[in-house]
Every structure is written in structure tokens, then in C-alpha cells.
């Protein structure tokens, strides 16, 4: 194999396997979705809003989400608040601390492995050629 038959493959390998891991990229990430927040109102009449949900749909929106906390008010009865009655809810957070492996490393991880797997194929066309 001469110098131009082995950088031939090797581009034809290196675009099969960005080709693969964009496909692969994109089978795992979901779709966008388009959800909406809803303020309840027991006062508006169900037509309005029949017509409110069909307009939204129509719009792309594939979820519809009832606000049931305005900080203020809970609008629906739960252990922690009754209906429209004002309270807070008290909790504790846990903050985390340090940084992910991307973030101390970068891409150098990636970028050293491709290089390495070049340095390799180069090694092996050559070995052959002689």
C-alpha cells in the first residue's frame, strides 16, 4: 500500500466513522419538545378551553402543564399545602462541589486517542510497504 492508497482509506475510514457517530448521536438524542404552563382557571368555561388546547396544538405544543403552585397558592390539595392557602414549603438542598471529568480534561482525551490510532495505522503502512 503506498502513501496515497493508505491517507485514501484512511480519510474513507475517518468519514465512516464521523458518519457513524452522528447517526449514533442522533438515534440517542431525543427531539425537541414545546411544553406550555398553564395558570388554572376554574371560571373559564370548558369551551374556551377546548379552544385554547386546540389552538396550542396547533402550535407545536406537545404538552400541557398545570400550574399548581404559584408560589403563593397551591391550587390543588397536598400533604405539604392545602388548597389556596398561603405557606412556603421548606427543604433542604444539596450543593455539589468539584467538576466533571470534561471539564478538568477537555477533548484532549479524544483528540490524544485519534492521535494515538493515527500514529498506529501509520506505523503499520509503513511496516508493510517495506
Known amino acids: 500500500m503506498n502513501r496515497r492508497e493508505f491517507l485514501r482509506n484512511s480519510l474513507v475510514a475517518g468519514a465512516a466513522l464521523e458518519a457513524a457517530s452522528?447517526?449514533?448521536?442522533?438515534?440517542?438524542?431525543p427531539s425537541r419538545k414545546n411544553w406550555v404552563?398553564?395558570?388554572l382557571n376554574?371560571?373559564?368555561?370548558p369551551d374556551d378551553w377546548k379552544r385554547m388546547f386546540a389552538t396550542m396544538r396547533a402550535g407545536g405544543v406537545?404538552?400541557?402543564?398545570?400550574?399548581?403552585?404559584?408560589?403563593?397558592?397551591?391550587?390543588?390539595?397536598s400533604q405539604q399545602l392545602?388548597?389556596?392557602?398561603r405557606a412556603a414549603l421548606d427543604g433542604?438542598?444539596?450543593g455539589m462541589t468539584g467538576s466533571t471529568p470534561y471539564v478538568r480534561t477537555g477533548n484532549l482525551p479524544a483528540l490524544a486517542l485519534a492521535v494515538a490510532l493515527l500514529a498506529v495505522a501509520v506505523a503499520r503502512g509503513r511496516s508493510r510497504s517495506s
Open 42 to 45: 376554574a371560571q373559564r368555561p
Open 62 to 77: 406537545q404538552a400541557i402543564l398545570p400550574e399548581i403552585y404559584d408560589g403563593r397558592h397551591a391550587y390543588f390539595a
Open 82 to 85: 392545602p388548597v389556596m392557602t
Open 92 to 94: 433542604e438542598v444539596q
Open 37 to 39: 404552563w398553564v395558570t
Open 22 to 29: 452522528l447517526i449514533a448521536h442522533a438515534a440517542a438524542t
